[in-house]
C-alpha cells in the first residue's frame, strides 16, 4: 500500500476520533453547551413556543422584518397567569408542578416567561436585547434566573423610564430589592442588551457591555431562567443566550 494512502487513511481516523470525542462532550456535558432562542421560525401574533409563558401577555411580535418575544402589560390584569398554566408548569417541573402552581397563582404580580430548553443553570451568562416601546408606570425588562420549584427566584432587571439596573429577590411573593445601581442610560424606543454573569456565588450586570452590578449572594444558583417585566410596560426581547459555564 502507498505510505502516502496509509498517512491520508490515519490523519482522517484520527480527525474522526476527535469530532466524536468532542460530540460526545457537548452531549454529556450541557454546561459545554450555548443556548440560544430564536424567534425568526415562531408566528407572529401567537404565544411563544420557546418560552414557556407563565405570567401576562407573552406573544411573539415583529418588528420591522424581525419576529421577537413581546410583553405588553397595558393589556394585563395585575395578578393574571397566563392560560393554560397548569399545563405548562407540568411541562416545567413535571410531577412538582401543583407546588411551583398554587405559588405563582398566590403571588402572580410579575410578567414572567420561561426558556425552554435550560433545565438548571448554575454558572455562566444569560443575556438578551431588549427595547422599551411604552409604559407609563414602567419600561422594565429582566433576565429570570434561579427559579425553583417553589415559584422563588432572582431577577436583574434594566427600566427604560428609571435609568436604574437593580438585582431582586422574589421569595414566596415577596419582593426584596437586593442591589440598586442609578444612573444606568436606558433611552426608550432603542435596542440595549441585558447580560448576567454567574460565577460561583458573585453575581455581575451588565447593561449595553458596560459593568455596573456586582453582588455576592450566600447561596449558588441552581435553576431555570427567563425573562421578566412589570406592570405595564410593553418591551420587545430579542437574541436570548444562555452560555453556562465550562465545569
Known sequence: MNPRFKMKKWVLLCIGIIALIVAATVIANPAAQTY????????????PTSFVPIVGPWLIGVDGENKVLSVDGRKWKQGQISAGIAEQAQSLY???YAEFLNNVKAHADYP????????????????????GLDGRIDQAAGI????????????????????????????????TNVKEIRNTPTPSRQWHE??????????EGYLDGKLYLTHEIEKP?????GVWSKADSVVYFDDFKVKPADR
Not at 162 to 175: T, V
Open 221 to 225: 444558583v441552581s435553576g431555570k431562567v
Open 112 to 131: 414572567f416567561a420561561v426558556a425552554r430548553g435550560v433545565d438548571d443553570f448554575q454558572q455562566g451568562e444569560v443575556s438578551f436585547r431588549f427595547k
Open 194 to 203: 441585558l447580560k448576567l454573569m454567574v460565577k460561583g456565588n458573585t453575581l
Open 36 to 47: 440560544y432562542l430564536d424567534f425568526s421560525n415562531e408566528t407572529a401574533g401567537a404565544p
Open 144 to 175: 429570570l434566573f434561579d427559579l425553583k420549584p417553589n415559584g422563588n427566584y432572582l431577577t436583574l432587571r434594566a427600566n427604560c423610564l428609571e435609568d436604574n439596573l437593580i438585582l431582586w429577590a422574589i421569595q414566596h411573593g415577596k419582593r
Open 94 to 96: 413535571g410531577e412538582r
